[in-house]
């Protein structure tokens, strides 16, 4: 551990000072990967779009004149070294959204508390027990002026401002907002490389080691039974439904896999949101033409 | 309702009617809560599927129809804005849409959902005016430079900008909001 961080100091040093010497561009010292790390770092994988294999999805939703979909690779999980089966084009409102970082934090935290109550309550000087009498008269015993045995300054009394009672941290962020964040959080993951887009969940043994390997090798409503029996075990591997898609999910899981029917609901779910009227009334209640 | 009978025959015939008349109770509320329910679960699925169900004789002498639910489905409103009709040049009430191919710029401002140009006027404290023209993408600093020898043009004056790199808006001081839809107008976004 000591030899590889010692390593990594020298090395720097040294290709910093390589750099202002020989005047190239280098990459900054926090990007830049030492040679003897623990675990593949993984390959950016070439682009899709000077490739001649068909293009298999089309966007549903129409696409604004200036922009054109983004592209990234069809897979399937039906073996360990299978050759992407083609491209899919995803809808650039929804996968090319300028990444707002400010959102994704603002999301990210709503996320994590809205849902929080703290259960934390102690007892005032009112609600401890007894204190309720003078304990000796007000002058002449020589001793200081207490009121009741209970109060703050006391040992065993109750505290003056302490947590009362359970406190509810629940706010809401405007559905746009919450909406926009998903965009962005998928944006991201598409961006970093980390998005896979799978033809179906379709896995050939229902063996965790499998996926593992799977993960390793690629660094990539109702469910086929192999894939639930071979993530059930795992704690790296998890899977949800397209409704179920989050933004804390998707910033503590390293990539994403999404079938195309998932994409499919995912883009009509959230194009929705670009070109919906104001809610008349919620929109739990019946529309006539809600996604 | 209590009544208490003399007779232990007249105690059993009394619960049989008051259990008969229960059973109606729960049978006809049953009927009314299926009629009204099998149609409200197909609109919420959003598929407008109506089960054309016969009209079947009941034994109480009513018919069970959902055929005339169609006089409710058609005022439950639509969620989302529909796209304006096709109009060659400007529509009667000034609207002008958007040219169908983008301008050749490099930078582009979309429409806002309900189909209009994004430019806003602002007034803070009664007397600060500012113009906000928001939902840019591309260069927004050539846009910058464009606005304000367009507006120099119009003034002879530069105005003070505020450009939003982050979030894609302009704010602009001073009223311009019409002068600046129409210049948008022409360029065609």
């Not at chain 2, 189909?115 to 006027?121: D, F, Q």
């Amino acid at each position: 551990m000591f030899r590889a961080t010692l390593a990594i100091c020298g090395r720097t040093v040294v290709k910093r000072f390589i750099s202002s010497v020989s005047g190239e561009s280098a990459l900054p010292s926090n990007l830049r990967l030492p040679s003897n790390l623990i675990g593949v770092a993984p390959q950016k994988r070439a682009s899709p779009s000077g490739s001649d294999l068909p293009v298999l999805r089309r966007c549903e939703a129409d696409i604004p004149a200036h922009l054109a979909p983004a592209q990234t690779w069809l897979e399937t999980l039906g073996s360990h070294d299978s050759e992407p089966l083609g491209v899919v084009d995803l809808h650039p409102d929804v996968f090319s959204v300028p990444v707002r970082l400010d959102i994704l934090h603002a999301v990210e935290v709503w996320q994590r508390n809205f849902k929080r109550i703290s259960h934390a309550k102690v007892k005032s000087r009112a609600e401890v027990s007894g204190g309720g009498r003078k304990p000796w008269k007000q002058k002449g015993s020589g001793r200081a002026r207490h009121g009741s045995i209970r109060s703050p300054l006391w040992r065993g009394g109750g505290v003056a401002h302490g947590p009362r009672g359970p406190t509810s941290y629940y706010y809401m962020l405007p559905m746009k907002v919450r909406v926009q964040g998903l965009k962005i959080a998928l944006t991201a993951k598409l961006a970093q490389d980390y998005l896979h887009i799978v033809d179906s969940l379709e896995i050939p043994t229902p063996d965790p080691h499998y996926l593992l390997d799977l993960v390793k090798h690629r660094q990539s409503d109702e469910f086929p039974q192999n894939i639930l029996k071979a993530t059930e075990e795992l704690k790296t591997v998890n899977i949800i439904p397209a409704i179920g898609l989050n933004v804390h999910s998707m910033l503590k899981h390293e990539s994403l896999v999404l079938t195309l029917e998932a994409v499919k609901f995912l883009e009509k779910k959230l194009i929705w949101h670009d070109v919906r009227y104001t809610p008349l009334y919620p929109f739990k209640l019946p529309y006539s033409d809600l996604p | 309702m209590f009544c208490c009978p003399s007779s232990l025959s007249e105690e059993r015939e009394m619960s049989a009617s008051v259990r008969s008349m229960s059973l109606t109770v729960c049978r006809a509320a049953r009927v009314a809560y299926r009629a009204f329910n099998p149609v409200t679960r197909s609109l919420t699925t959003g598929a407008c599927l109506r089960t054309e169900s016969n009209p079947a004789e009941g034994s109480r002498g009513f018919i069970e129809s959902t055929e005339e639910f169609r006089f409710v489905e058609r005022l439950v409103p639509p969620s989302r804005i529909p796209a304006p009709p096709k109009h060659e040049g400007p529509a009667p009430s000034g609207w002008i849409p958007q040219s169908a191919t983008p301008p050749s710029l490099p930078y582009m401002i979309r429409r806002s959902r309900m189909h209009n140009v994004p430019v806003y006027s602002d007034i803070k404290h009664g007397n600060q005016h500012s113009t906000l023209l928001r939902k840019i993408e591309g260069d927004i600093w050539t846009l910058n430079k464009d606005v304000k020898e367009f507006l120099l043009g119009l003034t002879g004056k530069e105005p003070p900008t505020q450009v939003n790199e982050v979030t894609g808006t302009i704010r602009i001081k001073g009223q311009f909001d019409k002068e600046l839809k129409d210049w948008l107008l022409k360029k065609g976004f």
